[in-house]
T-cell receptor, first 111, second 113 residues
């Protein structure tokens, strides 16, 4: 089955700096890659997603890039703010509608 | 918030007891999912259902059971066979087919007495 690895597990950045989280996947048939943000004690919320026919997608301060050849995708957050502090999960979809999640990255934005 | 309701928010299980976690959605979604989240870890798929009266095992189905008798409901039973049930359980739903965005409920935190 699909295997998704996510790095780093924790990330501390100064407010205003950029944050980058990287994920690799194993199944070349995966075609959908969402990113979720989970604040402490709350439900995961979709923040951005990308499909395999697109190399990059941007939404305000958030962008995702996909390299199908290398089987990795990344989340970029620019001009980080304290409210960006949360746990971020990447995921990949292969067969059916099953999502396989990465282990998560705890992001701390220091004011 | 809203659309997917999980209850209860907190649940305690005694040794040898089966407990059932509720998940209800009013989004008219065909597909529903159950995930387990352990501290500091990602989400692992327990069971999923693409359509009423049908469901499939996920990656960690042992010790769990589900039913999908109604489109809006997908209850999860944690059986006594699950020896380490303490975790945060999340239910999700999606439209289904190629519409794959999953929306999550607020979760149930299960602890063992």
């Amino acid at each position: 089955g699909e295997n998704v690895e996510q790095h780093p597990s924790t990330l501390s950045v100064q407010e205003g700096d950029s944050a980058v989280i990287k994920c690799t996947y194993s199944d070349s048939a995966s075609n959908y890659f969402p990113w979720y943000k989970q604040e402490l004690g709350k439900r995961p919320q979709l923040i951005i997603d990308i499909r395999s026919n697109v190399g990059e997608k941007k939404d305000q301060r958030i962008a995702v890039t996909l390299n199908k050849t290398a089987k990795h995708f990344s989340l970029h957050i620019t001009e980080t703010q304290p409210e960006d502090s949360a746990v971020y999960f990447c995921a990949a979809r292969a067969a059916g509608n099953k999502l396989t999640f990465g282990g998560g990255t705890r992001v701390l934005v220091k004011p | 918030d809203g659309g997917i309701t999980q209850s209860p928010k907190y649940l305690f299980r005694k040794e040898g007891q089966n407990v059932t976690l509720s998940c209800e959605q009013n989004l008219n979604h065909d597909a529903m999912y159950w995930y387990r989240q352990d501290p500091g870890q990602g989400l692992r798929l327990i069971y999923y259902s693409q359509i009423v009266n049908d469901f499939q095992k996920g990656d960690i189905a042992e010790g769990y059971s589900v039913s999908r008798e109604k489109k809006e409901s997908f209850p999860l039973t944690v059986t006594s066979a699950q020896k380490n049930p303490t975790a945060f359980y999340l239910c999700a739903s999606s439209i289904g087919g190629t519409k794959d965005i999953q929306y999550f409920g607020a979760g149930t935190r299960l602890s063992v007495l």
